[in-house]
């Protein structure tokens, strides 16, 4: 895990705003997202009625799956409207409570997107439990992130111990999560990554069988197969179609392909859309292809809980948190995204 994430964060004084900062969507989002697409707006900060508890933000993620949602095509999700709020996971603490559920002081999880406050009365937040770990990691690896590589690996992707294993885009917080539990589940784990020090990172500290630097490579498809000598039987992949197609033809038969995130494709407009070409080794090789939302295994998030906070514990499991500080930097945090700037969970944290 990085330095930043190894101690709880201590609760901060009161905030220096009375009021309520947000960013906004200020029009569809065209391409590579721009700042100037978002709108910073301050409003009245919330007051909590009956039943109600009031949260101040202290952590909020910035994640590549929103931009699916800032343009205007309907993905898993509804377009958000102009002037909505951008979602979000956050985390933060309890600042006032008529919920007999929380107590001030209380850390807590939820959803109230990028702005200062939140307000809920109970559905979608909760406790962060006293796990030792920092608070940030419970939207990071015991997040959505952590519990799609949980679920897209072991139901989508049905692994099994001895089985070769490639994820994409593997320094990010989905990928490292989904290639460690890999190895955990003791299956041969190769990761693409862009540049050295992720691919070192992925190899030295994650326990990667080994990793391929995406950007050094002429010819993407013969890395792979070099690194894959006998064949993939699971690709996590969380680039997009172009990276699917270079894998089909080393897929062994049986394989499956989870497909979790399209990061490469997001920014491209639906003409410019990449295909599949390689579509005769589903026939030849007998391949599954299958997509997820973390959202849909709701019920069964305490057990990956508890498994993956026991093999954080036990040194099995390892995270790095891209810190980034101050509210007003959300909308470039996010761009970054989409650049390579970030190595591992990117999030943001208020003063």
């Known amino acids: 895990m990085s330095a930043a994430g190894t101690a709880p964060v201590p609760t901060p004084a009161g905030s220096s705003h009375a009021g309520n900062r947000r960013f906004v969507l200020a029009r569809r989002v065209d391409g590579l997202p721009r700042t100037d697409d978002f709108r910073l707006e301050t409003a009245p900060r919330p007051l909590p009625g009956e039943g109600q508890v009031l949260v101040r933000?202290?952590?909020?993620?910035?994640?590549?799956?929103?931009?699916?949602?800032?343009?205007?095509?309907?993905?898993?999700?509804?377009?958000?409207?102009?002037?909505?709020?951008?979602?979000?996971?956050?985390?933060?603490?309890?600042?006032?409570?008529?919920?007999?559920?929380?107590?001030?002081?209380?850390?807590?999880?939820?959803?109230?997107?990028?702005?200062?406050?939140?307000?809920?009365?109970?559905?979608?937040?909760?406790?962060?439990?006293?796990?030792?770990?920092?608070?940030?990691?419970?939207?990071?690896?015991?997040?959505?992130?952590?519990l799609t590589a949980y679920f897209g690996l072991l139901d989508v992707g049905a692994l099994k111990a001895g089985e070769t294993l490639l994820v994409t885009s593997a320094a990010g917080a989905?990928?490292?999560?989904?290639?460690?539990?890999?190895?955990?589940?003791?299956?041969?784990?190769?990761?693409?990554?862009?540049?050295?020090?992720?691919?070192?990172?992925?190899?030295?500290?994650?326990?990667?069988?080994?990793?391929?630097?995406?950007?050094?490579?002429?010819?993407?498809?013969?890395?792979?197969?070099?690194?894959?000598?006998?064949?993939?039987?699971?690709?996590?992949?969380?680039?997009?179609?172009?990276?699917?197609?270079?894998?089909?033809?080393?897929?062994?038969?049986?394989g499956r392909i989870v497909v979790c995130g399209q990061m490469a494709d997001y920014n491209r407009p639906a003409h410019e859309a990449v295909g599949l070409k390689n579509t005769r080794a589903f026939i030849g090789q007998r391949l599954t292809m299958r997509g997820l939302v973390a959202f849909d295994y709701v019920r069964q998030y305490p057990t990956a809980w508890e498994r993956m906070t026991q093999w954080i514990t036990e040194g099995r499991l390892a995270y790095r948190e891209d810190i980034i500080d101050g509210f007003e930097s959300l909308p470039q945090a996010f761009i970054g995204l989409f650049t390579g700037e970030n190595f591992g969970r990117r999030v943001v944290r208020l003063a």
């Open 174 to 254: 989905v990928g490292s999560a989904a290639g460690q539990i890999g190895r955990i589940e003791g299956a041969r784990v190769v990761g693409v990554a862009g540049g050295p020090a992720k691919c070192d990172w992925l190899t030295r500290d994650l326990g990667f069988a080994a990793a391929i630097d995406y950007r050094a490579q002429s010819d993407l498809g013969a890395a792979l197969a070099a690194a894959c000598p006998e064949g993939i039987d699971v690709l996590f992949d969380n680039v997009g179609n172009a990276m699917i197609d270079a894998v089909l033809p080393l897929m062994k038969r049986g």
């Open 57 to 146: 933000n202290r952590f909020i993620s910035v994640d590549p799956g929103t931009r699916g949602r800032l343009g205007d095509r309907e993905t898993y999700a509804q377009p958000l409207a102009l002037g909505e709020v951008i979602q979000a996971a956050t985390v933060g603490t309890v600042e006032t409570s008529a919920n007999p559920r929380f107590k001030p002081g209380d850390w807590v999880a939820g959803a109230f997107g990028w702005q200062e406050w939140g307000l809920s009365d109970g559905r979608g937040l909760r406790v962060v439990p006293s796990n030792g770990l920092p608070p940030s990691t419970a939207i990071g690896v015991l997040g959505i992130p952590g």
